[in-house]
């Protein structure tokens, strides 16, 4: 090949590979045979584009990232001692500081070049951190494009509101911080919480090149606004005796971080001023200009009384702990976590055993710690929250682990570190699947309390019951007059037909949110469709789908599977309307199903196929279009041949929609 095509094929080839490295996990080539086509590009064109262009993201946690400029840690303070110390040793001259909540999420940064979102990576040792640059565009209000065409490094909080927390994923999840670095990091989707769901707060801001020209800290945080960044609030305490409003600001900050949107673990104070800060300087671990200060511990000690186990609704069933009341934080506490069966093993722990309890950085208070066999003295003089006295005795037994389900009685099965509840009879389940079909559908004014009314009456039991209700039903339980029936039935009636996105969501299957309902509806198109793969196709052939996993197609079809009587029931009632289509090219509206052995990885198959229109089924029926079959096709050649399938060569299907394979333009060109 002469020199320009040869630069010419090494650059395509170098593209092309890379993208199917990075974007479809599906390698065509060793890493030996792609570095050797880079090093070759490298000696032949140095300057070439490819060489240097931005290149597609890389899978979360599969790249490390060197930080330019090293994201440290902040030195802590837990007294007013601590913030008169910081005060004195850090003011010359200048006593201007500012301070922000100190948010319990996961530290990220952003590197924009031109004002654009170059890469994203999370703190790691402060050093290097992990490239999670496809999550990070995930969350709502990461910009990917700055106002100002700038090169910077935005470092920020990213958090997840609490309100959010509680309605989804309490259940799977003690905290939000968790949450937040698993959704980073997760790959495919397949991590518990959706990237979507998470905030960026931004807390400092770095220019490699040309910067604002700004003096203080809080100038940055406003010209962070006018890029389009949202940074976390802050405010500014000037005066002679800074820390006499600090130590207020903390106080008050104790008292209300309880009912703050996000959780936090403290107060950072920082000084404003740029050029004070760099006097100051750092030490190997933190800044000398920077002081985080903590809330006080929020730990306490108590005794263990009982055990209650309660089912969510995935059918987790967790141990809640009864202990001798116990301020922890400013609040009473007489129920605490344990978590699940695994975390009762761990602790050894018993009924009668001292407690060490927390609830920091939890929303729901737990135990840590077993300190033994507690004493009689250990429960004297304790105060329900209502100020009355605790009369409860010491007792010591060994904590009870369930067979049976506390809400429906049928038999537990262990799931490593849970148990759990498998039926979808069962009550408990029930109630939240009932409540989440309603929340998610939207109707209004049927809430928790209405849905447990109708369970308890025996007037509904599953979701399919719902739409059965008369009006004479309705105004025969307590408190629902004529007019609220009316609403309710008005209600149902509005969800009496929907889209296969929506009814998939409602249906409440564990990690099934409205995205992933949205990419599997737009992949079967129709309710039928779906039920066919569940009967015969394959989960591989659903992580065909972008964003879908093998756990999350697993955990689909284990939903579905154990929803299909509800599912029947509710298609009588129901019209669940076929999703619209989405690509279009030359095999729009085309089926099509492969099988044999193919020389391509066949996801890169099945998404040539998708790109050009087509969809990818799992098997052979009479409605199936075209068979692709490689050599070795076993029963699905067969059944395609007696069925008059049409029946493609790989070669065949690849002359329709691309050149051949090797020109490296082929696959991502159509
Ligand atoms: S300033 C030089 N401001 O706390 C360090 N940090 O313990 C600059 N954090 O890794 C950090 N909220 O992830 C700063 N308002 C805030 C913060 C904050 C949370 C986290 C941050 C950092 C950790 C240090």
Redesign the pocket.
């Known amino acids: 090949m002469a020199g320009e095509d040869r630069i010419e094929y090494l650059a395509e080839a170098v593209r092309y590979h890379r993208e199917l490295y990075y974007n479809h996990s599906a390698p065509e080539i060793s890493d030996s045979e792609f570095d050797a086509m880079w090093d070759e590009l490298t000696k032949l064109d140095p300057d070439n584009k490819v060489l240097h262009e931005v290149g597609p993201e890389p899978l979360p946690g599969t790249v490390k990232v060197e930080h330019l400029f090293p ?4 030195d ?1 303070g837990i007294s007013d001692e601590d913030i008169i110390h910081f005060v004195t040793q850090s003011t010359f001259g200048g006593k201007r500081y500012l301070a ?8 990220l940064s952003l590197e924009y070049i031109a004002g654009n979102l170059h890469r994203a990576a999370t ?1 790691g040792s402060g050093e290097r951190g992990e490239d999670v640059t496809l999550n990070a565009k995930l969350v709502a209000n990461v910009p990917s494009r700055l106002n100002r065409p700038v090169d910077c490094h935005i ?1 920020g ?1 990213v958090v997840m509101p609490l309100a959010v927390f509680e309605e989804k994923y309490r259940d799977v999840s003690p905290n939000p911080r968790n949450l937040c670095s698993g959704a980073l990091r997760q790959k495919h989707g397949d991590g518990k919480a959706d990237a979507a769901d998470l905030v960026f ?1 931004a ?2 801001v770095k220019f490699p090149n040309e910067s604002p020209d700004c003096t203080n800290d809080s100038e940055l945080l406003i010209w962070l606004q006018s890029a389009g960044v949202e940074p ?1 609030p802050w405010e500014i305490f000037e005066s002679d005796s800074p820390q006499i409003d600090m130590i207020d600001h903390t106080k008050k900050w104790s008292k209300s971080r309880a009912t703050y949107e996000y959780e936090i673990d403290g107060l ?1 104070f ?1 000084l404003d001023n740029l050029e004070q800060r760099e006097n100051l300087g750092m030490t190997a671990h ?2 000398r200009w ?1 002081l ?1 200060w903590k809330f006080p511990s929020q730990e306490a000690i108590s005794v263990l009384l009982g055990v209650d186990w309660q089912t969510g609704r995935t059918g987790a069933v967790t141990p809640v702990a009864r202990i001798a009341p116990q301020m922890v934080g400013g609040v009473t506490v007489e129920n605490v976590t344990l978590h699940n069966v695994g975390e009762v093993e761990r602790l050894g722990i018993k009924i009668g055993d001292k407690v060490k309890i927390t609830r920091r950085g939890d929303v729901i208070p737990k135990i840590i710690e077993n300190l033994g066999k507690a004493a009689a003295s250990d429960i004297s003089n304790r105060v329900h929250a209502d100020g009355s006295q605790f009369t409860g005795k010491l007792e010591f037994a060994e904590i009870s682990i369930p067979n049976l389900c506390p809400a429906c009685n049928r038999t537990l099965e262990k799931d490593g570190a849970f148990l759990r509840c498998i039926s979808l009879e069962c009550s408990a389940r029930t109630a939240r699947s009932l409540t989440y079909w309603c929340r998610t559908l939207e109707m209004d004014g049927i809430g928790e309390k209405l849905i447990e009314a109708l369970l308890d009456s025996e007037l509904v039991s599953t979701i399919a019951d719902l739409y059965k209700l008369s009006h004479s039903q309705l105004t025969s339980l307590e408190r629902i007059g004529d007019k609220s029936a009316y609403n309710v039935l008005d209600e149902l009636a509005k969800t009496r037909s929907m889209p296969l996105s929506k009814f998939l969501h409602a249906l409440g299957i564990e990690r099934i949110g409205p995205e992933v309902a949205a990419t599997i509806s737009q992949y079967f198109i129709s309710l039928q469709k779906l039920l066919v793969w569940v009967e015969g196709g394959d989960n591989e052939e659903l992580t065909t789908i972008d964003g879908i996993g093998e756990k999350v197609a697993a955990i689909f079809r284990d939903g579905i599977n154990k929803r299909k009587e509800l599912i029947h029931a509710l298609s009588e009632i129901i019209d669940v309307t076929d999703e619209l289509e989405a690509a279009t090219g030359i095999f729009d509206g085309r089926s099509f199903c492969i099988t044999g052995s193919l020389s391509r990885p066949r996801k890169e198959i099945a998404l040539a196929i998708k790109n050009a229109g087509g969809k990818v089924v799992g098997s052979v029926s009479g409605n199936l279009d075209i068979l692709v079959a490689g050599e070795k096709a076993g029963s699905k050649l067969a059944k395609a041949e007696s069925l008059g399938v049409k029946v493609w060569s790989e070669d065949e299907l690849f002359s329709q929609i691309a050149e051949p394979r090797n020109s490296p333009k082929t696959l991502f060109e159509f």
């Open positions: 994201m440290r840690s902040l802590k922000q909540p100190k948010l319990d999420g996961s530290a703190r470092r909080e707060w807390y400092d976390a950072v920082k933190h800044p920077a985080a």
